[in-house]
């Protein structure tokens, strides 16, 4: 069975821009979480989403936000990019049901200069 | 508020000697889970073990171990004999309530270096 994918796996971007991350979960998994990881704040959660709608949510700007498709595969998007948005984006599935159970992605290394 | 505390920021030990990773953890809820993950430096976060609040059986699996205390708020982390290969960093996390919630809230990560 194939593992959660993320894509692009490295990006660079100027400040200002924005950016789209995308994240396929495990086949079947239905639930997807995304976090930020940075040297300085670690990991962090951003949201989550189940069945196109999302049902937790992390202490961010609006700048960040997110959406999951029928097929449950999910993106986020940051808008305005700044310079503190450089980071380690992680997305996790997991099935209907074992939240608890949640298996991660290679995740998305963003760089914004 | 949900907080988990790993004190120790690096450690580094030779093969085969035994290592124990520190977690504290703190919660007003009865309910919750704890977590350890491993994140090699590939950059995914390889999934250790859960514990849920009502289940203090310590583990073993291999040259892993786990000690829950909740007397003290603490879920240690022991690797015995240490290899190369458990190279890696390592977050304890919490998650509470007993509904669907998968919000981990995480440490900061101990990185561990195993030196041949």
């Known amino acids: 069975k194939a593992g959660v994918t993320q894509t692009p796996r490295y990006l660079i971007k100027t400040r200002g821009q924005q950016v789209t991350l995308s994240c396929s979960p495990i086949?079947?998994?239905?639930?997807v979480s995304w976090y930020q990881q940075t040297p300085g704040q670690g990991l962090q959660f951003l949201f989550e989403?189940?069945?196109?709608?999302?049902?937790n949510k992390g202490n961010f700007p609006g700048r960040f936000s997110g959406r999951q498709f029928s097929n449950s595969r999910s993106e986020m998007n940051v808008s305005t990019l700044e310079l503190g948005d450089s980071a380690l984006y992680l997305c996790?599935?997991?099935?209907?049901?074992?939240?608890?159970?949640?298996?991660f992605g290679p995740g998305t290394r963003l760089t914004v200069t | 508020a949900q907080k988990v505390t790993q004190a120790q920021t690096e450690i580094s030990v030779v093969e085969k000697e035994d290592v124990t990773l520190d977690c504290v953890y703190e919660?007003?809820?009865?309910?919750?889970?704890l977590f350890w993950y491993k994140q090699p430096p590939s950059g995914e976060l390889v999934f250790l073990i859960r514990?849920?609040?009502?289940?203090?059986q310590n583990e073993i699996s291999g040259r892993y171990s786990w000690n829950f205390q909740k007397s003290t708020s603490s879920f240690n982390f022991t690797i015995t004999a240490s290899q190369v290969v458990d190279s890696a960093v390592y977050f304890c996390?919490?998650?509470?309530?007993?509904?669907?919630?998968?919000?981990?809230?995480f440490g900061k990560g101990i990185t561990l270096s195993v030196r041949p």
């Open positions: 996790a599935s997991s099935l209907l049901g074992q939240w608890y159970e949640q298996y």
């Open positions: 086949s079947g998994h239905r639930s």
């Open positions: 989403y189940f069945s196109e709608t999302q049902r």
């Open positions: 919660t007003r809820d009865t309910t919750y889970y």
């Open positions: 514990r849920n609040s009502f289940d203090e």
């Open positions: 996390a919490l998650s509470v309530g007993a509904g669907a919630n998968s919000k981990l809230t």
